[in-house]
């Protein structure tokens, strides 16, 4: 499933390639006609991404709500003026494949819907398929705002207040806090990949309870989760290692978005393999690369956790 930094950078894609224009919605399928026909021929006002999910405001005052589970993805496509954030320079991504365009010619209208296309937005520009969501509806704005409400603050929104909000909801439940930061009602936007992380480099011990821990620690790990997931949005794929922790010395220092540090070789442009993107995810058996433990690995509320039994001991 897409982690939050996925769905930011959809998010930032639909405002570049399809904010203030007016949209042909259609559903070539046919499971989502109803709501498509309350949004054809409106204008896409703002894109919007909470957690794991995307607000879609037209200017009919009409929300489209999309969450793309375990399966959803959003194909795009069309002449050279569109392009948008999350096209620049960026791998595969999970949940969004790349723009399919004719640079050279002028934008003839999408092809042939192939597939179960649930959603197809057209600009003039080019057009957005969307296949497999487990969530794609029509609601109000104040049904958004009901269903934002749901959902625990989002990190890479990081409104005021919404640190401290972090902090009261995770310090007040004795719930481990590795299944706590999966809960998108405590911290919108985290999956597997940036809870076990985010605890390895701050030495959290994954079963530690909410209550037991501190404060100012709490107030570090949405630090944290806020500046990895950042660089998440920025390099299209989770890369959570220190500069000094990679061996290949490549890409540059987490957080940071030139230069690098330590005195290593780095190769700041180099991308990062992906043996050295992180510290324990997927990891297990393997060196811990600050300690050298094995790295452990357990079932916990059905999802696998990683984790370096040695460092992480708070
Ligand atoms: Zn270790």
């Not at 057009?127 to 509806?137: F, I, K, S, V």
């Not at 890369?239 to 330590?262: H, K, M, Q």
């Not at 509320?301 to 039994?309: A, E, S």
């Amino acid at each position: 499933m897409p982690e939050g930094h996925s769905v930011h950078r959809l998010a930032r894609q639909f405002q570049d390639v399809f904010g203030g224009t007016t949209l042909a919605v259609s559903s070539p399928q046919g499971k989502f006609t109803a709501g498509a026909s309350r949004l054809d021929v409106h204008i896409l006002e703002r894109a919007e991404a909470h957690g794991k999910q995307m607000f879609l405001y037209f200017s009919n005052d009409l929300v489209m709500r999309v969450h793309l589970g375990l399966y959803g993805a959003w194909d795009f496509g069309g002449d050279s003026t569109f392009t948008g954030a999350s096209s620049i320079g960026a791998p595969r991504r999970i949940g969004e494949r790349e723009v399919a365009g004719d640079p050279e010619g002028d934008f003839a209208g999408p092809p042939e819907p192939k597939g179960a296309v649930r959603v197809r937005l057209v600009s003039d520009h080019g057009w957005a398929d969307l296949r497999g969501p487990t969530a794609c509806e029509v609601i109000t704005p104040a049904e958004a705002v009901v269903a934002r409400r749901k959902l625990g603050p989002d990190p890479l929104n990081n409104g005021a207040g919404d640190a401290e909000d972090f902090v009261q909801r995770i310090c007040k439940s004795a719930t481990s806090i590795a299944l706590q930061l999966m809960k998108q009602d405590v911290l919108a936007g985290v999956g597997n990949v940036y809870r076990a992380e985010t605890l390895f480099r701050l030495g959290l011990d994954p079963l530690l309870s909410g209550k037991n821990l501190q404060r100012e620690e709490a107030t570090e790990l949405w630090r944290d989760i806020a500046r990895i997931m950042a660089d998440g949005v920025r390099d299209g794929r989770i890369i959570t290692t220190e500069l000094a922790d990679r061996p290949s010395g490549t890409g540059v220092t987490v957080g940071c978005s030139f230069g690098a540090g330590d005195g290593l070789p780095a190769r700041p442009n180099a991308p990062v393999p992906v043996e050295d993107a992180h510290y324990v995810y997927k990891r297990e058996g393997l060196p811990c690369r600050h300690c050298g433990t094995e790295i452990a690995m357990k079932e916990l509320g059905g999802r696998k956790l990683y984790w370096c039994p040695s460092c992480q001991s708070r």
